[in-house]
């Protein structure tokens, strides 16, 4: 039963976030000043830029994880104060709890919700299929490969059914056959439970394989904007592929 | 490559049988048994001494001769409820001021230089300070246990949760866990692995603590009695005393392992 309301949970459609002038840094040091951007619900909006350049601070900030130091961050209607179950963030490695199985792993958002452990358990059950993992499910992270806990972190995070899924370049660590496996089933799995995606990645391909728009970051903000003409499609367009690393080209100059 | 290779190979071919290994084991102890009854039937006095020493037939039949006794296990009833109650009280405070000092900014400024200062004195240089602390023995010894376990899991403790990886928390926020899940859903069970450890030390210094307590202002004992029978020139009565603490000292590191294994099944190997 769970499984439907989890299901219809995303299927609500997606959540709008924005960043308004907003400064981003830690210790005192600003990464990214005077940035300007609006995600749109139910887009999956991919962030590049060269390593430094705030991707993943900006990612932290709107999954609440880290203060803005100006301006403002707001997720529907409402200013950003502190993590929610709303925006789930899925990280690069490494963040299963490796004392729990992988079907422990998923329930965990259910049971932070207090969802009672047979319906918790199916739904887990279930997302775990979706991600093609049924027959890992009392698996221990570290009895799995790479690609399968990024497969266990993606069916975690969607199966607290968030209204964003905010994405810290998930599959950097992966080989690339792995890699185009996991872009494919994200697309798929997006399609049953759509959601806002935020996905931050440094590689052109996976940028246009996924986005439906692809902004380019810098210190100053964004620095450039791409739109997908034919999104989360595998057509190759070689020449948004060149406007892409020109803009991004640009911005590593800049960075140097 | 090749050289190394047909190492590998010959590894396997001079492994011992477990059984002949064993009975290796075996016979070495028999044999130093053999050598401490040789040593001390003869009275040999070879710059040590062995005419006093009893002799383990002697200290075998005494130890026969004391389990057939109820002093004896009020003896080890008493110091079990002193090192578990000191132990018990230890990890409790121990784990939770650990996590307090690696998670909280005043728990750190208000308790670091308090237990700084008082670590480096040794749990057994405090049995003046709970003699006058503490209206009954009892407490004194218990206290004296309770400071000896004290350190060791609070420091394992603090270094276990302050090396947690950032991202498991992160996590658990980001997935709506608040404060409370944080620390029982992330904390606890990932320093448990480091707090395990701090528990082992804690528990070997907790016995080295009691026993020394009850040889100093004990009534009863196990480390009492064994002073007692020292000053009453009852030697075997003394091994008797040692291989019980040996004994109790064994099972109850065995008891911390065995918990710590049963927890952390399923992460390790």
Request: glycine residues 12%; charged residues 20%; hydrophobic residues 50%.
């Amino acid at each position: 039963m769970i499984t439907e309301t989890v299901a219809t949970g995303t299927r609500e459609g997606g959540l709008g976030l924005r960043a308004d002038g907003v400064a981003l840094g830690h210790g005192g040091r600003t990464v990214v000043a005077g940035l300007d951007l609006a995600v749109r619900a139910g887009e999956i909006l991919v962030i590049a830029g060269p390593s430094g350049c705030g991707k993943s601070t900006l990612l932290r900030a709107l999954a609440g994880l880290l203060p803005v130091t100006a301006g403002r961050l707001t997720a529907g209607d409402a200013p950003v104060t502190g993590p929610s179950p709303d925006r789930a963030l899925v990280f690069q490695d490494d963040a299963l709890l490796p004392w729990r199985t992988a079907l422990r792993n998923v329930e965990l958002p259910l049971a932070i919700r207090g969802v009672p452990r047979r319906e918790r358990r199916a739904a887990a059950r279930d997302w775990l299929g979706r991600v093609g993992l049924a027959d890992a499910a009392g698996r221990y992270p570290r009895e799995l490969s790479g690609g399968m806990r990024q497969r266990v972190q993606l069916a975690r995070a969607l199966a607290g059914a968030p209204r964003a899924v905010l994405m810290d370049e998930p599959f950097g660590a992966l080989d690339a056959q792995t890699r185009a496996g996991m872009q494919a089933l994200l697309l798929d799995v997006l399609r049953a439970a759509p959601a806002t995606v935020v996905f931050v990645t440094h590689d052109v391909d996976e940028a246009l394989a996924l986005g439906d728009r692809v902004v380019v970051l810098g210190a100053a903000g964004v620095t450039a904007q791409i739109t997908v003409p034919h999104p989360r499609t595998p057509v190759r367009d070689p020449a948004l592929r060149d406007a892409l690393l020109r803009a991004l080209g640009a911005q590593e100059r800049e960075a140097v | 490559m090749t050289v190394v290779e047909e190492r590998t190979v010959t590894v396997p071919v001079r492994r011992e049988r477990p059984v002949v290994r064993r009975a290796v084991r075996g016979l070495a102890l028999l044999g130093a048994l053999g050598v401490w009854q040789v040593l001390t039937a003869a009275d040999a006095r070879v710059w040590v001494r062995f005419d006093r020493l009893p002799g383990p037939v002697e200290v075998a039949r005494e130890f026969g001769r004391q389990l057939g006794h109820g002093p004896y296990y009020a003896d080890v009833a008493q110091s079990l409820v002193r090192i578990l109650t000191g132990f018990g009280l230890a990890a409790v405070a121990g784990i939770g001021l650990g996590i307090a000092l690696a998670r909280s900014r005043w728990a750190q400024d208000l308790l670091q230089p308090l237990l700084e200062v008082a670590r480096p004195i040794p749990a057994i240089a405090l049995v003046p300070v709970a003699i006058l602390l503490f209206p009954a023995n009892e407490q004194g010894i218990v206290f004296i246990t309770f400071t000896a376990a004290f350190f060791p899991v609070l420091v394992s403790t603090r270094h276990a949760v302050a090396a947690l990886p950032g991202v498991w928390e992160d996590a658990v926020r980001t997935l709506g866990g608040g404060r409370w899940r944080v620390l029982t859903g992330v904390v606890l069970p990932g320093a448990l692995p480091g707090v395990f450890g701090g528990l082992s030390v804690g528990m070997g210094v907790a016995w080295i603590c009691v026993v020394s307590a009850e040889m100093i202002s004990g009534d009863f004992g196990v480390g009492y009695r064994t002073w007692q029978a020292y000053t009453i020139v009852d030697y075997p009565g003394v091994l008797v005393g040692m291989i019980t603490i040996g004994v109790l000292g064994r099972a109850t590191s065995g008891l911390v392992e065995l918990a710590g294994r049963r927890l952390l099944a399923g992460r390790l190997g």
